[in-house]
């Protein structure tokens, strides 16, 4: 309600001369934020600490009066506009608002009511994705307009520019949140979304990895409520979500570069200094001081300021932020990116924390290293040679991303071409969980697969037949299931072009099959048959696997387990091979048929197999 009333020339004087003595008088409006925005009671942990910015702020003594909540410590730093709340929030604290008092020579100059909801009953037993998934990750920004009134908002720096491919082209939430059915459809059970939080740059803004508030989503992609939305939507269909989060890097725009709490909170050199880009410098034993320090503290641009784990306060503040968002939200997982880039001791501190909390959520890191020891060092459980103890429990298997980039680009030899695959496969030995790592052919930051096999589309199915048959997470890059394409050297926006038919007016509507040509067509039912026999086997989800060494360029491996199997068969070879089944029989003597579920065809002599050229059979035995 607006009230409207005049003040007498001498009450004004008094009350702008009041108002410069004691400016934090000046009520809510001179308290910036306190972070986290509200919070649970029922927590396992029962600290929590709040961020509170505002001007001059701690001239002022901090009070709390509310049952079963302590002001266990108040936390000053070099900068008087910044205040550190302990609190301690038992069991026996209810639900509500509490009240925040400053007070200054004791008085009351500001009071600021701070919620506690209720935790939702179950949250500590989310499942967390798992190898029972196929993530399908989007680019937001890329992906489909819902919403085209949000496509340039209000105090948002960038706007809209589809003709830019490093602009922002309008794809939001709602976009993604029209689309689930089609999801559904496909067959993939989990959705991996490039960052959603405030991006507010003056440009190429729109991939996300400049975060300018870990509290708020774009408005160009949506509000809290809407992404919250999304979640529940997908939850009812029964399609996971893992949000994607960057805790060692911000954008540069974030509104507390502009007066940072302390001057520690991000890494500052003399001069502008950039990191060296090599994660396996965190593994490597004879790595230099100079090497670490340019890896570790280093900018990731300039634009992307890197965030010091070390200072307790930050270490603190960003591990609240993700519990905070898988409570808010009601995540199933978290895509941690650049994550050798943070302080490994902050980053065991960190996922100790969400798995104390959440005991089955899960969690997967980038650790963008090309052999799989340097990988596996980071994976839960591993034991390491430095007794580094990584919690992290799922990684993304960047070795074997490469491996299938060459399996089906380079000739069949004993070493190169499709062996590429049974040697990535035979690194294993490093991971303590071979089922939670997530596997992929491209993504956001690679080359199109299909770009990359010269839009050879016997090798896109190949391909895609292997990705979704062995072990661990598959992951699927949008677009993937209609072959879109796209070169690295071209840039990133030629990865990261829009979905056709996202976006009103556009040609082609490749969401619908009458938007689809034939080769994408077949394409998408291709990859849809396989999603949902895999979303059904068990075989396929959990089960061993043992493969033989690749003959004539022909790739032949099982997934097993007491009951069951399944025979897999790629062939690179361009000639029909008949195959030398005898070398098979520790498996194919426990059974005498099978079905290959690509087409129905039943194999009624499984020691007369003969693969086509350039082709795959995926065999159910019995
Ligand atoms: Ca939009």
Redesign the pocket.
């Known amino acids: 309600m607006k009230k409207k009333f005049f003040l007498s020339p001498r009450l004004l004087f008094l009350a702008i001369m009041f108002l410069s003595l004691n400016f934090s008088f000046a009520g809510k409006s001179d308290l910036i934020k306190v972070e986290p925005p509200f919070w649970w009671t029922g927590m396992e942990v029962q600290e929590l600490q709040l961020l509170v910015y505002g001007n001059n702020i701690s001239e002022n003594t901090v009070e709390i009066n509310y049952p079963g909540v302590k002001l266990s410590e108040v936390i000053k730093t070099e900068n008087p506009n910044y205040l550190f709340l302990n609190l301690m929030i038992s069991r026996e604290a209810k639900t509500g608002k509490f009240q925040i008092i400053f007070k200054k020579k004791n008085k009351k100059v500001l009071s600021y009511g701070y919620e506690l909801k209720e935790r939702k009953s179950g949250s500590k037993e989310r499942e967390g994705f798992n190898s029972s998934d196929v993530i399908y990750l989007i680019m937001p920004d890329r992906f489909s307009?819902?919403?085209?009134?949000?496509?340039n908002m209000p105090g948002m720096l960038e706007k809209?520019n589809r003709k830019d491919p490093n602009g922002r082209h309008?794809?939001?939430i709602?976009?993604i949140d029209n689309h689930i059915d089609y999801f559904k459809d496909l067959g993939v059970t989990a959705l991996w979304i490039n960052p959603v939080f405030e991006n507010n740059m003056p440009k190429y803004s729109y991939h996300g990895y400049s975060i300018t508030d870990f509290y708020k989503v774009d408005p160009?992609?949506?509000s809290n409520e809407d992404y919250k939305k999304l979640v529940d939507d997908c939850h009812k269909k029964g399609i996971k979500m893992i949000k994607d989060m960057v805790f060692n890097h911000c954008g540069s725009g974030h509104w507390w570069m502009k007066d940072l709490p302390q001057q520690d909170w991000i890494h500052q050199f003399p001069e502008f200094t950039r990191t060296n880009y090599n994660a396996a410098i965190a593994t490597d034993p004879y790595a230099s001081e100079y090497d670490k320090n340019k890896f570790l503290n280093g900018w990731f641009d300039v634009t992307m300021p890197d965030l010091n784990q070390k200072n307790k306060l930050l270490a603190n503040y960003l591990i609240q932020n993700s519990i905070w968002w898988i409570e808010y939200a009601g995540l199933d997982g978290i895509r941690m990116d650049t994550y050798p880039f943070s302080d490994k001791e902050f980053l065991a501190d960190w996922m100790n924390r969400i798995n104390k909390e959440y005991p089955n959520f899960n969690v997967v890191g980038e650790c963008w290293i090309s052999s799989a020891s340097g990988i596996a060092y980071w994976q839960k459980d591993v034991v390491n040679k430095d007794s580094y103890k990584s919690p992290l429990k799922s990684v993304f298997d960047f070795p074997l991303m490469f491996a299938i980039g060459q399996a089906f680009t380079e000739n069949n030899t004993w070493d190169k071409g499709i062996v590429k695959l049974y040697n990535a496969l035979g690194q294993d030995f490093n991971y303590e969980n071979t089922n939670n790592i997530v596997v992929f052919a491209d993504n956001h930051d690679t080359e199109r697969f299909f770009s990359t096999i010269d839009k050879d589309y016997n090798d896109f199915k190949n391909a895609m037949i292997f990705l979704l048959t062995t072990r661990g997470i598959p992951l699927i890059y949008y677009g993937t299931e209609i072959l879109m394409t796209g070169h690295k050297n071209f840039g990133d926006g030629d990865i990261r072009k829009d979905f056709p038919g996202g976006w009103i007016g556009d040609k082609n509507n490749a969401f619908t099959n009458a938007g689809r040509n034939l080769q994408q067509n077949d394409a998408f039912n291709f990859v849809k048959k396989l999603l949902n026999y895999r979303k059904n086997n068990k075989v396929l989800q959990t089960g061993k696997l043992v493969h033989f060494i690749p003959e004539n360029g022909v790739y032949v491996y099982f997934r097993y387990n007491d009951e069951n199997a399944v025979m897999v068969i790629i062939s690179n070879n361009d000639e029909l091979i008949k195959l030398n089944t005898g070398r098979y029989s520790e498996i194919l003597k426990k059974f005498s048929t099978g079905t290959n579920i690509l087409n129905g065809q039943k194999i009624d002599d499984l020691g007369n197999i003969s693969i086509s050229p350039k082709s795959s059979m995926v065999v159910e035995l019995r």
Do not use: L
């Open positions: 307009n819902g919403n085209p009134e949000n496509d809209v309008g794809g939001d709602k976009g160009r992609f949506g």
